[in-house]
């Protein structure tokens, strides 16, 4: 299911203060206008309406397409570039030492029980928001050749 929370937050350019709305997962098919949304760029992007200027929130997001049967998983690489050696080693704990995901997802993606779709434990993961778009854009394009043949 889709889960967003709404933040004070200052303009990253001109100090102002205002509510950005944040998102931690999208759900295509309870909430297709978030799918337009990411597309255009305006998830998790501070949007000032003092200054107009535009810019990223960096944040981790799920993005979860119950029709094709698919989870994808956005973790910034820049979490692991920050300085401080605690943050890198938060970032780092969200991850199994195989490379997949260590935390709880039933619990993120608000599924509970043994109806929960095995895709949903092995997430794609990807680290910018430029490769969530394209693998987005290349499984659109599977489905339309292949349709649901194979899910
Ligand atoms: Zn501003």
């Known amino acids: 299911m889709s ?3 709404e ?3 200052p303009c990253p350019q001109c100090g102002a203060e205002q509510t950005v709305t944040l998102h931690h997962s999208i759900d295509t098919v309870e909430t297709p ?36 049967g698919y989870l994808v998983y956005y973790f910034p690489y820049e979490y ?25 997802l039933s619990h993120e993606e608000g599924e509970e029980g043994q109806n929960t779709p ?10 910018s928001m430029e490769e969530l778009l394209r693998y987005v854009a290349f499984r659109d394009l599977l489905f339309d050749q292949l349709g649901d043949e194979n899910l």
């Open 80 to 104: 692991f570039e920050d300085e401080n050696e605690e943050e890198v080693a938060d970032a780092l704990a969200h991850f199994e030492n195989d490379g997949s995901l260590a935390i709880e």
């Open 3 to 5: 889960q967003s929370f």
């Open 33 to 68: 206008e978030l799918k337009t949304a990411l597309f255009e760029r305006r998830i998790n992007t501070h949007q000032c309406s003092a200054c107009g200027c535009q810019a990223p929130v960096e944040m981790d997001l799920f993005y979860h397409d119950p029709e094709q």
């Open 7 to 9: 933040e004070l937050a």
């Open 118 to 127: 095995p895709y949903l434990k092995t997430p794609h993961v990807v680290f």
